[in-house]
T-cell receptor
């Protein structure tokens, strides 16, 4: 079964607003990654956060990780129409040599 | 660098036919994996490899075979295609961090190919 579950499934906002997506997972992890997928394309890596980190920033992206709650959030500030895409979290389980993805959040940013 | 390449981009098969999806990377990554993505869903792991000669099953391995004879190539074989295998298939690769023989591995970012859209009729 998939490890991560994103919430919400879909999010629609206006350009300039902030977008927050959440990811929950079930087992202990080594790291958690966020990816973006534009329609019909492959996934592109956004940010990686390790299990001993609580927050990371990359440009307009901010990721938090709460291992006690087994959850992570991705915040996109000052969103743009070009941010319209699906966003996925992926977890590397502590005990397995693989990465599991959630079902994704579909973000629509209206100009 | 070409990154991760996949061929073909599109394929239509009849039920019962077999075929191989090709995946190659030129970044000398130890770790390679195959995922399938169905409409409205995330990626589900089919098979993965932590290095040449080593493969393992993911979440949905039934009906698929893989091999890893070189670091660069990781082909996915459909043994006898079924309509349930209609999907978009993505190959990915990454560095594996601390090594492949034991201990915690610590993935780096995965690089994805453009995908193969497969239809089985």
């Amino acid at each position: 079964s998939q490890q991560g579950e994103e919430d919400p499934q879909a999010l629609s906002i206006q350009e300039g607003e902030n977008a927050t997506m959440n990811c929950s997972y079930k087992t202990s992890i080594n790291n958690l990654q966020w990816y973006r997928q534009n329609s019909g394309r492959g996934l592109v890596h956004l940010i990686l956060i390790r299990s001993n980190e609580r927050e990371k920033h990359s440009g307009r992206l901010r990721v938090t990780l709460d291992t006690s709650k087994k959850s992570s959030s991705l915040l996109i500030t000052a969103s743009r129409a070009a941010d319209t895409a699906s966003y996925f979290c992926a977890t590397e389980s502590y005990n397995n040599n693989d990465m599991r993805f959630g079902a994704g959040t579909r973000l629509t940013v209206k100009p | 660098n070409a990154g991760v390449t996949q061929t073909p981009k599109f394929q239509v098969l009849k039920t019962g036919q077999s075929m191989t999806l090709q995946c190659a990377q030129d970044m000398n990554h130890e770790y390679m994996s195959w995922y399938r993505q169905d409409p409205g869903m995330g990626l589900r792991l089919i098979h993965y490899s932590v290095g040449a000669g080593i493969t393992d099953q993911g979440e949905v391995p039934n009906g698929y075979n893989v091999s890893r004879s070189t670091t660069e190539d990781f082909p996915l074989r459909l043994l006898s295609a079924a309509p349930s295998q209609t999907s978009v298939y993505f190959c990915a690769s990454s560095y594996s961090g601390t090594g492949i023989t034991g201990g915690r591995r610590g993935f780096h970012e995965q690089y994805f190919g453009p995908g193969t859209r497969l239809t089985v009729t």
